[in-house]
Nanobody
Framework: VQLQASGGGLVQAGGSLRLSCAAS????????MYWFRQAPGKEREFVAR???????YYADSVKGRFTISRENAENTVYLQMNSLKPEDTAVYYC????????????WGQGTLVTVSS
């Protein structure tokens, strides 16, 4: 299983980025998909998740600015990030949780997002 995250980069505060995560999962639509992030010197933290529906669930710190979505036909999950802040700077990881498990069991390699002030 591979989760390939992409789309990170350097952006000014207030700008936008769209992250993508392509997953080699045979039954992609059955997985809960996540985005996490880890800032330098900090613990990894939850950002957003999406089940097989249009509704996402978000950390308070990104609610109203970030949108998670998925395209099951393309085995891809997205994270649209708007109104970016310097504190959003982190390595962003996508993850997949299979049915019947309590936590994500597959992780991508991460993509770096740097927001300059």
């Amino acid at each position: 299983v591979q989760l390939q995250a992409s789309g990170g980069g350097l952006v000014q505060a207030g700008g936008s980025l769209r992250l993508s995560c392509a997953a080699s999962l045979r039954t992609f639509s059955s997985y809960v998909m996540y985005w996490f992030r880890q800032a330098p010197g900090k613990e990894r933290e939850f950002v957003a998740r999406i089940m097989n529906s249009a509704n996402g669930y978000y950390a308070d710190s990104v609610k109203g600015r970030f949108t998670i979505s998925r395209e099951n036909a393309e085995n891809t999950v997205y994270l649209q990030m708007n109104s970016l802040k310097p504190e959003d700077t982190a390595v962003y990881y996508c993850a997949a949780q299979s049915a019947g498990t309590a936590n994500p069991n597959y992780w991508g390699q991460g993509t770096l997002v740097t927001v300059s002030s």
